[in-house]
């Protein structure tokens, strides 16, 4: 990973052909972990919802949940590129809703970027944003805000309709002036025709490996939410595993009056002790 990488480098990486890693991060242990990874942007996805805040989805993440969650992150991250998502109905509804929204993560947040999810509907929200001076990534494909329309997780662009769909919507937001775009649950083939005709860099997940770059969620690839699976990513690590054995061992250790042991505890100086002893002190 480069110093400081930036939005630039993301211009730089596809056309040097370099793959471009992102994850997501939450918090200062995951940012920390992330970036210490060597991992080049950070993303402060509204899968908080799931991962931190125990929702089913994430509709009910909120412009306070993600500023909060991105200022954590921020402050934490030095090199890695902050972006972080602009949750639901956060730019939706207007132009100017969009703005100010998108301004809030960054001026209070402290993020470098802004993610929000759709295709052509929303190039007039884009716009405005970029005009502002806030770099936007687009997000095409499954789209979790939608959840409700599409009644669930599906791949986009099985169909020829979909796919061309997929291919405008791509096109019209890099017209709009995004400076990359995630593609979730695009079929393989599709997104590196896609990647194939944009300027702009695509981030795939689920969708093949010819796309420009990678995004996944932390959670996923350390194993920390062994309840879910799904196809399109992969788990590092287990950690979920480790740290209950150690959850485990403590309350064992704990009931055992194993830990703490002197050597975990602090002493008193003895003559503090034996004036204790002796009550020479004032009770109340």
């Known amino acids: ?18 793959k471009i890693s992102v994850l997501t ?28 805040l125990g929702y089913d989805d994430t509709l009910s993440v909120t412009m306070e949940d993600m500023v909060r969650h991105t200022r954590a992150v921020s402050r934490t991250a030095k090199n890695s590129f902050v972006i972080a998502d602009m949750p639901f109905l956060s730019y939706q509804i207007s132009v100017e809703t969009a703005l100010q929204n998108a301004g809030r993560l960054v001026v209070e947040g402290g993020c470098g970027a802004v993610k929000l999810e759709g295709g052509k509907e929303y190039c007039s929200q884009v716009k405005a944003i970029v005009s502002a001076g806030i770099p936007v990534m687009g997000h095409l494909g499954f789209t979790p805000q939608s959840i409700n329309k599409f009644g ?25 002036g995004v400076f990359s775009i995630v593609l979730e649950c695009v079929p393989y083939e599709l997104s590196k025709l896609i990647s194939e005709r944009l300027a702009v860099p695509t981030i795939g ?12 969620v932390i959670h996923d690839i350390l194993g920390m939410n062994d309840s879910f699976s799904a196809k399109h990513f992969k788990t590092f690590a287990k950690i979920q595993g480790v740290a209950t054995d150690a959850v485990k061992k403590y309350v064992e250790e704990v009931g055992a009056v194993s830990f703490p042991t002197n050597e975990n505890s602090f002493i008193v100086e003895k003559e503090v002790l034996e004036g204790f002893k002796r009550g ?3 009770w109340k």
């Open 1 to 18: 990973m480069s110093k400081h990488f930036s939005v630039n480098d993301f211009k730089k990486a596809k056309i040097d052909k370099r």
């Open 25 to 52: 991060a939450y918090d200062r242990f995951t940012a920390r972990v992330v970036e210490d990874g060597g991992t080049d942007a950070i993303l402060v996805g509204d899968s908080l919802g799931m991962t931190v």
């Open 152 to 176: 669930g997780t599906f791949v986009s662009g099985k169909t020829e309709k979909s796919a061309v769909k997929l291919m405008e919507d791509a096109l019209a937001l890099q017209d709009a």
């Open 205 to 216: 997940i689920g969708s093949g490996p010819d796309c420009d770059g990678q995004v996944l």
């Open 280 to 282: 020479t002190y004032n």
